[in-house]
């Protein structure tokens, strides 16, 4: 009697722990990782999840439809917004560089003399 118990208490033990995910959740990207486990990551056709990341700036001000005093960007802007999208990143059909390859870009082409600096960005996104 003991042993079949035991052989079901086993059995029982081995398939829940073959069914645990376990994502370290002492950091952000594992704490979300957990929450979007079941969602179907492929679906993200722009490999960026606007929920998935950390969001430094409004993104909705920022469209291009209109210019106004609370979507007007300098290179710090750029920067936080930029960041903004690298962190949903949720598949990799989504390539950003990484931001200090970006830095090292923008520093080699700054040049310092002139009175303009234009940087762009353009991106798509989807969100839950």
Sequence with gaps: MKK???????????CLQANAQSYDTTNYYGKMNYVFHYVNKSLVTT?????????????????????????FVALAEWRMLYTGLYSSQIN???NLLYLDTVN????????????INFIGLHYNYEKI
């Design 4 to 14: 079949p118990t035991a052989l079901m208490i086993g059995m029982a033990m081995l």
């Design 47 to 71: 490999g960026m999840l606007r929920d998935y990341g950390i969001e430094f700036l409004n993104l909705d001000n920022y469209t291009g439809a209109a210019l106004h005093d609370s979507n």
């Design 92 to 94: 990799s059909n989504a």
């Design 104 to 115: 090292r870009l923008i520093d080699k082409y700054n040049k310092k003399n002139l009175p």
